[in-house]
């Protein structure tokens, strides 16, 4: 009887068939996966030049703050102005506030509350970096926020100085 069982497993048609079957499916499953990484992979950098690209520096004295830039006319306008140093005037010990060489296209909104780290653009051409929190009834176009405020009020200082605004 041994003889004849080891025979019939080895001879069962029905089991080819169903072996070949599954086996489909996991390739599938699996140029699936590799497809949808590889589209992951190649958004990755899209995605992530979203979140670099729109990056610079203002550099005050010897110390450099990145800004992320704000997805707007206005942010892409001034970009297009860099590098550019400007001697930025202290106004209500709360903002550095400087002329454009240019006007900027401007979209201006109540923010209600100003942060501390807001780069903005009042009306066309004054470019504005505030360095403390408050409440204003002003309007502004927002052109980015500084990224990591901790040092700004203190190396901005309370008078005139120099910043100067880069991509890199």
Known sequence: GMAL??????????????????????????SALVLGSYIMMNDAPS???????PRMWM?????????????????????TLLPLTLEMSDLNSN???A????????????PGTIHAGD???????????????????????????VDDTANLAQVLGRHAVKVTFSQN
């Not at 995605?47 to 690209?53: C, H, L, N, Q, V």
């Not at 002329?99 to 109540?110: D, E, F, H, V």
Request: glycine residues 6%; proline residues 6%; contains cysteine.
């Open 95 to 97: 903002e550095k506030y």
């Open 47 to 53: 995605a992530s030049s979203i979140t670099e690209k």
């Open 119 to 145: 780069l903005m653009l009042y009306g066309t051409d004054t470019l504005v970096v505030f360095y403390s929190t408050f409440k204003s009834k002003y309007a502004y176009t927002r052109l980015g926020r």
């Open 59 to 79: 550099t005050v004295g010897e110390q450099p703050f990145a800004i992320t830039l704000t997805d707007n006319a206005a942010a892409r306008a001034f970009v």
């Open 5 to 30: 069982s080891i025979h019939r497993t080895s001879n069962i048609d029905p089991h080819q068939v169903r072996g070949k079957r599954p086996f489909r499916w996991p390739s599938l499953l699996y």
């Open 99 to 110: 002329s454009l060489p240019g006007a900027l296209p401007c979209k201006a909104s109540k």
